[in-house]
Structure formats: C-alpha cells, structure tokens
C-alpha cells in the first residue's frame, strides 16, 4: 500500500523561507513522477511542481523562481524548498505521486489524511 508522510510545514512570515518533505514507500517510488499541489481555502486545487524519475521538473507559473523540487532516490523522499514565500502561498500543501495526479488530487490525499499546512503572514 502506497504511503507518503509529509513534514515541514508551519508559519513564517513573508519573504522567509520552508522546506517541505515527503517519505514515500509501498510503490515503486524512482520509477514514479511525484509532485506537490497545494489547496488554498475556497481556492481550487493547484498543482505546484513535479519531478520525474530522470530529474526533469516542472512548476507552475505562480511559484516559478521561488520554490524548487527535488528527490533523493536511496531515501525514497522529495522536497519541496520555498524561497521567498508570499501570503498567498499559504495553502495545505499535499505531496503526491502520478497516481494521483489530476483535478481531485487535493479532494483524494485530503481523504487519506496527507497534507502540512503553510501560512505565510504579511
């Protein structure tokens, strides 16, 4: 059964930084593309970054330059450092793996009990 455990996440003021990080295990985690998406509230979901098995990454427009993804494959995590955080970055923050990916990734790893909660304050 495929679990991610998530840390990281906390309170910190705009202009600060955090680093978030995520324990996979129960899949084959280095042939997986894993990613982080985040859910502001009354906001949709979003998804923030992505990392392939190879490296390759992407991120959305509202975090490009600011936040950087990256995977450790011998210890099976990937982390989410953000840089120059804004208020509204503030948002539960879900690490997830392809499986997951889609327009109800936020709705399904809320159900499963992931997510670290991000609050940046002005």
């Known amino acids: 059964e495929a679990q991610l455990v998530e840390s990281g996440g906390g309170s910190v003021q705009a202009g600060g930084s955090l680093r978030l990080s995520c324990t996979a295990s129960?899949?084959?985690?280095?042939?997986?593309?894993m990613g982080w998406y985040r859910q502001a509230p009354g906001k949709e979901c979003e998804q923030v970054s992505t990392?392939?098995?190879?490296?390759?990454?992407t991120y959305s427009d509202s975090v490009k330059g600011r936040f950087t993804i990256s995977r450790d494959k011998g210890k099976n995590t990937v982390a989410l450092q953000m840089d120059s955080l804004k208020p509204e970055d503030t948002a539960v923050y879900y690490c997830?793996?392809?499986?997951?990916?889609?327009?109800?990734?936020?709705?399904?790893?809320?159900?499963w009990g992931q997510g670290t909660l991000v609050t940046v304050s002005s």
């Open positions: 997830a793996h392809d499986g997951h990916f889609g327009e109800e990734a936020c709705d399904v790893l809320k159900a």
């Open positions: 129960g899949f084959t985690f280095h042939e997986s593309v």
């Open positions: 990392i392939t098995g190879d490296g390759s990454t």
